[in-house]
């Protein structure tokens, strides 16, 4: 490969692994991973609703890894909440799965960010072939793809088989007993999904 022609590739590789790292942060901090709709069932139940009546029992909310908010209604009006993973649901969520999604996000934060140095090493330097050239940069890849890809299974899983929107609206709820309607994942979760298609 030509010179110049390696550099431009290297660069705009490091330059996009730099971009998906910085994407990793965002989407780590930011509540923004799931939306969900939720029933209150026993509100509709007591007073018998039925059609548009049911638009009274409806609430929603949106979270991500360590913290998020929503509003609940059982007919009497709007109950705004927030809540945080840590330490208020520890006892409701299925936590070993909750820190591996965090501890595999942070594991692909910085094997990105260490791709974006070696690929811009492999630029400008004189790299060692097996440590800092081209199967380096594979398996470097290959490993934070696997993360991203192992974040988004383990939150999946949490979501989906752990019950985990249905278990946060109904913390806490002794009177009224609460079902999810709808979930879909938001602008967190798709962001993982691009880095771990860019690290392919």
Same mark, same amino acid.
């Given at each position: +490969?030509?010179?110049?022609?390696?550099k431009v590739i290297f660069c705009m590789a490091?330059?996009?692994?730099?971009?998906? &790292?910085?994407?990793?942060?965002?989407?780590?901090?930011?509540?923004?991973?799931?939306?969900? !709709?939720?029933?209150?069932?026993?509100?509709?139940?007591?007073?018998?609703?039925?059609? *548009?009546?049911?638009?009274?029992?409806?609430?929603? +909310?949106?979270?991500?890894?360590?913290?998020?908010?929503?509003?609940? *209604? /059982?007919g009497l009006g709007a109950r705004p909440f927030?809540?945080? #993973? #840590?330490?208020?649901?520890?006892?409701?969520?299925?936590?070993?799965?909750? @820190?591996?999604?965090?501890?595999?996000?942070?594991?692909?934060?910085?094997?990105?960010?260490?791709?974006? &140095? #070696?690929? +811009?090493?492999?630029? #400008?330097?004189?790299?060692?072939?097996?440590?800092?050239?081209?199967?380096g940069l594979y398996l470097l890849s290959f490993?934070?793809?696997?993360?991203? /890809?192992?974040?988004?299974?383990?939150?999946?899983?949490?979501?989906?088989?752990?019950?985990?929107?249905?278990?946060?609206?109904?913390?806490?709820?002794?009177?009224?007993?609460?079902?999810? *309607?709808?979930?879909?994942? !938001?602008?967190?979760?798709? @962001?993982?999904?691009? /880095?771990?298609?860019?690290?392919?």
């Open positions: +490969m030509p010179s110049q022609q390696k490091g330059m996009l692994s730099f971009v998906c &790292a910085l994407g990793a942060v965002a989407a780590l901090g930011t509540p923004l991973w799931i939306k969900a !709709t939720f029933f209150c069932k026993t509100g509709a139940l007591l007073v018998n609703a039925s059609g *548009q009546e049911l638009d009274k029992f409806m609430g929603e +909310m949106q979270y991500g890894l360590f913290h998020g908010e929503g509003v609940r *209604q /059982c927030r809540f945080s #993973f #840590f330490p208020d649901l520890l006892k409701a969520i299925p936590v070993s799965i909750h @820190v591996n999604v965090i501890l595999f996000s942070t594991i692909l934060i910085v094997l990105t960010l260490v791709g974006t &140095a #070696f690929f +811009m090493y492999n630029a #400008f330097g004189k790299p060692f072939e097996t440590l800092h050239g081209p199967l490993i934070s793809g696997s993360c991203g /890809c192992l974040v988004m299974i383990l939150f999946a899983s949490e979501v989906k088989i752990h019950r985990l929107s249905e278990k946060i609206a109904n913390y806490k709820e002794g009177t009224y007993a609460y079902k999810t *309607q709808s979930e879909k994942y !938001t602008t967190s979760f798709w @962001v993982v999904f691009i /880095c771990f298609f860019v690290h392919f």
